[in-house]
T-cell receptor
Framework: NAGVTQTPKFQVLKTGQSMTLQCAQD?????MSWYRQDPGMGLRLIHY???????DQGEVPNGYNVSRSTTEDFPLRLLSAAPSQTSVYFC????????????FGNGTRLTVT | GQQVMQIPQYQHVQEGEDFTTYCNSS?????IQWYKQRPGGHPVFLIQ?????EVKKQKRLTFQFGEAKKNSSLHITATQTTDVGTYFC????????????FGKGTSLLVTP
């Protein structure tokens, strides 16, 4: 199993550009989520999904959209990138049960100039 | 909403010294999880605590969950350079729904 796969690993955008961060998992996990990590801020939840067709907002959802059309994929869209969205983005999934551990992808380092 | 506070933010120790990081929640937690992130890496699950007063050990690491299920600690005995990284606690409560709330993490630096 590959686990949680994120692409791309690095990305540079100009202000106003749009892009999609891809996340796929092959563990048949119902729950998937996106976090951003900034220095001194820890991991902050952007959006999450408890199953195909269901998404909800986390702590910092503004500027980001998500969709969950399949169990495997949970893309994160930036419609109009801003310098404040420069960060490292992690996708994470977990199995059945609220107490299951999160499995993280390797992250995407995004720079917005 | 629920907040998970973690201290200290940074800790620099000499190899062989002990290290402790503390987590406090504003609400009662259903469980607490601990993760480790190596420099340049992604968070990796270490352990989960569920019961009030629970203590778990993994080799030199000791994890505790408070009696009121509002605080937790991770203690590393005789640190090694391989312990370098950021340690995060993450709490789950009724208030948080499906989402884990992470503390800001403690970055541990170990010098030989």
């Amino acid at each position: 199993n590959a686990g949680v796969t994120q692409t791309p690993k690095f990305q540079v955008l100009k202000t106003g550009q749009s892009m999609t961060l891809q996340c796929a998992q092959d563990m048949n996990h119902e729950y998937m989520s996106w976090y951003r990590q900034d220095p001194g801020m820890g991991l902050r939840l952007i959006h999450y999904s408890v199953g195909a067709g269901i998404t909800d907002q986390g702590e910092v959802p503004n500027g980001y959209n998500v969709s969950r059309s399949t169990t495997e994929d949970f893309p994160l869209r930036l419609l109009s990138a801003a310098p404040s969205q420069t960060s490292v983005y992690f996708c994470a999934s977990r199995g059945q049960g609220l107490s299951s551990p999160l499995h993280f992808g390797n992250g995407t380092r995004l720079t917005v100039t | 909403g629920q907040q998970v506070m973690q201290i200290p933010q940074y800790q620099h120790v000499q190899e062989g010294e002990d290290f402790t990081t503390y987590c406090n929640s504003s609400t009662t937690l259903s469980n607490i999880q601990w993760y480790k992130q190596r420099p340049g890496g992604h968070p990796v699950f270490l352990i989960q605590l569920v019961k009030s007063g629970e203590v778990k050990k993994q080799k030199r690491l000791t994890f505790q969950f408070g009696e009121a299920k509002k605080n937790s600690s991770l203690h590393i005995t005789a640190t090694q350079t391989t312990d370098v990284g950021t340690y995060f606690c993450a709490g789950l409560s009724r208030n948080s729904g499906y989402a884990l709330n992470f503390g800001k993490g403690t970055s541990l630096l170990v010098t030989p």
